[in-house]
């Protein structure tokens, strides 16, 4: 069972920037994709930005150039920087993990994942 646990988020800004982080145990594939995916009230949860054990990375175009992800795998960590952020970026941030490389297909879809961490809230103010 894969366990995901996410922190970092808080209320900044706009232009602000945050870290989210992401600690993840019970895994054992040595392939797999991580994804950063946000939900605002009321709206679908929307994908942020995919990354695969090899590096290989994927960013939504309302992030591309703003928000950077990572993964240190001797930490088993996920990471999320998110620079120049806006209002329209509020939201609930939650990390995703499935076995498999990201470009396999799907790593923008949330019914690709397999395990979910419980989410980190993120609220930018003007």
């Known amino acids: 069972q894969v366990r995901l646990v996410e922190s970092g988020g808080g209320s900044v800004q706009a232009g602000g920037s945050l870290r989210l982080s992401c600690a993840a145990s019970?895994?054992?594939?040595?392939?797999?994709?991580m994804a950063w995916f946000r939900q605002a009230p009321g709206k679908e949860r929307e994908w942020v930005a995919s990354?695969?054990?090899?590096?290989?990375?994927n960013d939504g175009d309302a992030v591309k150039g703003r928000f950077t992800i990572s993964l240190e795998k001797a930490k088993n960590t996920l990471y999320l920087q998110m620079n120049s952020l806006k209002v329209e970026d509020t939201a609930m941030y939650y990390c995703a993990y499935r076995v498999g490389a990201c470009y396999t297909g799907g790593f923008d879809r949330p019914n690709s994942f397999t395990f979910w961490g419980q989410g980190t809230q993120v609220a930018v103010s003007s």
């Open positions: 019970g895994y054992r594939y040595i392939t797999y994709c």
């Open positions: 990354i695969t054990t090899d590096g290989t990375t």
